[in-house]
């Protein structure tokens, strides 16, 4: 996700197809251009990149946070979909 915004701020487009990802049907119904979401998912990615490095740590806070950005990214079809399910089995189900 954050190697994806920042491509899309300085090409464009996405990584991979022409098009953006099933995903963007949200932000069309909001009127948003999602070629213009760079800034939005470098600081969701690096969210990201926090709880992995804080899971890694053992921070007490980093299964909720874990929690919380695997139900935010349940929409980003396919594979942040397949990411978000299994970090929520990870922390519901593994006690640290």
């Not at 996700?1 to 300085?10: A, E, F, I, P, R």
């Not at 996405?14 to 099933?22: K, V």
């Not at 899971?55 to 929690?67: E, Q, V």
């Amino acid at each position: 996700m954050l190697m994806d915004s920042l491509y899309v701020m300085v090409k464009g487009k996405f990584i991979g197809p022409s098009g953006p990802g099933p995903w963007s049907f949200i932000f069309s119904r909001m009127h948003l251009n999602v070629f213009h979401s760079g800034p939005l998912f470098i600081l969701f990615g690096t969210c990201w990149v926090v709880f992995f490095c804080s899971i890694w740590k053992g921070y007490p806070w980093a299964r909720t946070l874990g929690i919380i950005l695997s139900l935010i990214t349940l929409w980003y079809l396919p594979y942040g979909t397949f990411i978000s399910v299994i970090i929520l089995l990870v922390c519901c189900f593994r006690y640290y």
